[in-house]
């Protein structure tokens, strides 16, 4: 069921809309307000009433995120914002940064207040020079009226916001490598435990959220807790709220759009993405970043969990797109933005593509990551070279499952699946490329 | 010659520095600004300048600088140019864009033009899949790509500064 909103996109695409007055105009800063009007408890409390599960691909509930941060402040605490998106597929932050800046900093008042910081950090990836601008334009705009610094709507506690900026490195939208980044470190993750809550920035208590997570903050405040969490198809499941969703690749009308919670793969590839380019037929999606498992086109929902029920034996087109209900069908919902490809696409070319950017994007760290995206990736470019052997072909599962669980961060994981679901899924077509050098297959990834 | 910043670049170092803590974690935005102010490269010289500002060793800055994509560890052209080859990007042409930009500038990616004006690479992923395909130029993205835009965009920096 598609039910759009524009809690977040109501300023894409008009003039100025990143400036405050556009966003004051349209009712911006009465969250914050609310909030502050608020114990610390009772803000926590609200965040977890709306479920807003993290936006960054984790999934993990903001309210309780929040509530995991020392109750009593003894060292400075800090908020740290995610922007250092770049998974591929996912474009969804940027659009906020650059269009709605003001809710981000509006979003870090709470969320700063919410565990007791003073200052936000917002980590935005070098690459992105408008969104810096923009958000830095918003923090000059909202220090000169006084909305940040000492007494933010006349409430003793102060909140300062500044942006960061990395240095291009897929590694630091890790949250553990992006504290190290931040502190002027070389962007590699750390073993957790210690978990930033009780050892992060600067080896003080921290929050890590992604950008659209703490973008929705004054929305949850606006309508309430409870209001927003039921806007969405998934409130039973704990997954509240709207969100943005992206849709990329062979799509007609690639992009991004707000929607309410409960938002099929179907509504996002055929009604709102238009349907397939150059009317083809539907090959594969891969749901939320390339980090997902890949998904054919008539793939069928088998989960064993019970709240599944209703799904199984259905088109995995038609399951809502959920965390948990994701997760819990074998797969990832990761960040909302799918990739579409249509069959007129070489799978072969397209997992190459994809442990190219593991390979490239690997920090070095741990063994089993370092080395077996590089020789993920070397095998791979025997196969599409048609050189490769089908023991080769059988290495790639035994060295993506050597990197499963035995490195310090989730990328190992992330580069991994789609290795695993790609040799499973489209093992016919590789063993073409084995036989006959891709003979059957197109040799595109473009139409 | 050792390297050293001017006035302007001088005062916003300091207010980079105000920013956090401590001095350390001024390292990445401080790179970045020498960077700019160095041709667009780190060259030894920044790194000790960089080191002895923030009282870090200058093992400590390299390890930084050859840790992230966007230090230029050698002098680029004057303009760089950044084309996205990750799967959404390469699912809308973007492959064939490299090839284009290959030709049309006469280097292979990585490479700089004779002239030292422009240095092609391809990216990792710009996270605007929904405009792909995408390129980098400078600070600038330019997205919806087509090889009349990309000749346009480039003819535009090889006529120019």
Redesign the interface.
């Known amino acids: 069921m598609i039910k759009l909103t524009n809690y977040l996109s109501h300023s894409y695409g008009k003039p100025d809309s990143h400036k405050l007055s556009a966003y004051e105009a349209a009712g911006g800063y009465r969250g914050v307000r609310k909030a502050l009007g608020m114990s610390r408890d009772q803000v926590i409390d609200e965040m977890k009433k709306a479920h807003v599960r993290g936006r960054g691909g984790a999934g993990f509930d903001c309210g309780t995120k929040w509530s995991f941060m020392p109750k009593e402040v003894k060292k ?1 605490h800090y908020l740290v914002i995610n922007a250092d ?7 969804k ?2 659009s906020i940064m650059e269009l709605n800046p003001h809710s981000l900093v509006e979003g870090c008042i709470i969320g700063a207040y919410a565990i007791g910081a003073h200052a936000a950090y917002i980590y935005v ?6 969104s810096k601008e923009r958000l830095w334009g918003a923090i000059h705009e909202a220090r000169a009226k006084g909305y940040l610094g000492k007494t933010p709507f006349g409430k003793d506690y102060e909140v300062q916001v ?1 942006v ?7 590694i630091c939208g890790e949250e553990t490598a992006l504290l190290n ?8 993750p750390r073993l957790k435990p210690p978990f930033p809550a009780q050892y992060g920035a ?1 080896g003080n208590p921290s929050t890590v959220n992604n950008v659209e997570t703490i973008a929705i903050a004054p929305t949850v405040f606006e309508v309430g807790g409870d209001e927003f969490s039921k806007l969405s198809a998934l409130h039973g499941l704990n997954d509240g709220g709207a969100r943005l969703f ?5 799509v007609k009308k ?3 759009y707000e929607a309410a919670v409960g938002l099929t793969l179907r509504d996002l590839i055929y009604d709102l993405g238009g349907g397939i380019l150059g009317d083809r037929q539907l090959m594969a999606v ?1 749901p939320g970043g ?1 980090s997902c498992p890949v998904h054919l086109a008539d793939e069928i929902v088998n989960s064993t969990d019970p709240r599944l029920e209703p799904y199984n034996g259905k088109p995995f087109l038609d399951l809502p797109l959920g965390v948990d209900t994701f997760r819990n069908a074998g797969s990832m919902l990761g960040t909302c ?1 799918a ?3 249509s069959d007129a ?1 070489d799978p072969v ?2 997992l190459h ?2 442990m190219r ?1 593991y390979r ?2 690997s ?1 070095g760290q741990c063994t089993p990551c370092r080395e077996g995206c590089g020789w993920i990736e070397r095998i791979l470019n025997k196969i599409v070279d048609g050189k490769g052997s089908i023991v080769e072909l059988d290495q790639i599962s035994e060295i993506a499952s050597d990197i499963t669980g035995n490195t310090i961060c989730a990328f190992g994981d992330g580069a991994a699946q789609p290795a695993l679901a790609f040799v499973r899924k489209f093992r016919k077509q590789l063993e073409d490329y084995v036989h006959t050098g891709g003979k059957s297959q197109t040799g595109r ?2 139409l | 010659m050792a390297f050293a910043l001017n006035a302007e670049h001088e005062r916003q170092l300091e207010d980079i520095l105000s ?1 956090y ?2 001095k ?6 401080a ?2 600004l020498c960077q700019e102010a160095n041709e667009n490269w780190v060259s030894e010289d920044v790194i000790a300048f960089v080191a002895k500002r ?1 009282d ?1 060793s200058t093992a ?1 800055v390299q ?2 600088v050859t ?5 230029n560890q050698k002098k680029p052209g004057r303009h760089q140019v ?1 084309v996205c ?4 990007c ?4 973007a ?2 864009l490299v090839k284009h930009c290959e030709k049309r500038l006469g280097v292979h990616v990585g490479e700089t033009t004779k002239d030292g004006r422009i240095t092609l690479r391809t ?10 395909p995408v390129m ?1 130029v400078d ?3 330019h997205e919806n790509l087509t090889t009349q835009e990309v000749d346009r965009i480039l003819d535009r920096l090889i006529a120019g500064g």
């Open positions: 400075p998106e770049g998974e591929p597929g996912t474009f932050d940027r990836r070098d690459e992105l020079h408008l500044y960061h900026t990395g240095a291009g490195a897929y980044s931040l502190e002027g470190r070389r962007g590699e600067f992206g849709v990329s690749g062979h690639p992009g991004l891969i390339s933005c990739t579409v490809m696409t070319l397209a593509n994809v950017f490239h994007e920090c990834l473009t | 920013r803590p401590n350390m974690a001024a390292c990445i935005p790179l970045h923030l870090l400590h390890g930084v840790f992230y994509t966007l230090f950044w080859h990750t799967l959404s390469a699912l809308r042409g492959e064939d990216a990792e992923c710009l996270a605007a899949c929904g405009t792909a980098q600070k600038r993205y």
